[in-house]
């Protein structure tokens, strides 16, 4: 079985550029999380979606932050216009069943650099 | 808010050796509990998990946890610590009584192994 999967591994942009991370789950999971970890810090909670469903985006930072799972399947996410605050890296999860007790697997992530 | 705390950014180990990584979360009820593991080039992988029930928990390559309530610990152990061990650790942390799935991560420890 496939583990998650994220494209591209590393990204380098400009400031004020656009950037779109995509993430694939493990296939049947219809939970998918996005995180990041900033400059070496702990790992962030960014979004939770249930299927095609934004379940919790409390932690999404600001506007410029777009994520999409259209169709329920793969996920996006897209910053725009991209900050040098936003470098990190950002790692996509996901999870089978609408339960407490699941377990969160996660894919190796993103590296992005905005200079 | 809840919080992990891990003490030890850094810590350096012989192989061989028995390995201890620290780890307290503040949450006002029994959270679930998490020890990841990030080997170079690698995404998070999951060592193992405290749910509920016995509180001593065995994981993958070896290694084991123990939940402690009064001190609000969660500490990771392996009895003999293997090259291939070397990695960052993350303790995370999910919540009981919110039904939401976001985990707050520890900052992590990086460990290394000396021959």
């Known amino acids: 079985e496939a583990g998650v999967t994220q494209f591209p591994s590393h990204s380098v942009i400009e400031k004020g550029q656009t950037v779109t991370l995509r993430c694939d789950p493990i296939?049947?999971?219809?939970?998918l999380y996005w995180y990041r970890r900033v400059m070496g810090k702990e790992i962030k909670f960014l979004l939770h979606?249930?299927?095609?469903?934004?379940?919790?985006e409390s932690g999404m930072p600001n506007n410029r932050f777009l994520a999409e799972r259209t169709g329920g399947t793969y996920s996006t996410l897209k910053v725009q216009p991209a900050e040098l605050e936003d470098s990190g890296v950002y790692f996509c999860?996901?999870?089978?069943?609408?339960?407490?007790?699941?377990?969160?697997?996660f894919g190796p992530g993103t590296r992005l650099l905005v200079l | 808010a809840q919080s992990v705390t891990q003490p030890d950014i850094h810590i350096t180990v012989s192989e061989g050796a028995s390995l201890e990584l620290r780890c307290n979360y503040s949450?006002?009820?029994?959270?679930?509990l998490f020890w990841y593991v990030q080997s170079p080039g690698q995404g998070l992988q999951l060592l193992l998990k405290?749910?509920?029930?016995?509180?001593l928990v065995q994981g993958i390559k070896g290694f084991e946890a123990e939940f402690k309530r009064s001190q609000s610990s969660f500490n990771l152990r392996k009895p003999s610590v293997h090259w291939s061990d070397a990695a960052e650790y993350f303790c995370?942390?999910?919540?009981?009584?919110?039904?939401?799935?976001?985990?707050?991560f520890g900052s992590g420890t990086r460990l290394q192994v000396q021959p």
């Open positions: 999860a996901s999870s089978q069943d609408q339960v407490l007790q699941e377990t969160q697997y």
């Open positions: 296939s049947g999971h219809d939970n």
């Open positions: 979606f249930v299927k095609e469903s934004k379940q919790d």
């Open positions: 949450y006002g009820a029994t959270p679930y």
């Open positions: 405290y749910f509920s029930g016995d509180t």
């Open positions: 995370a942390v999910g919540l009981m009584d919110t039904g939401r799935r976001a985990l707050t």
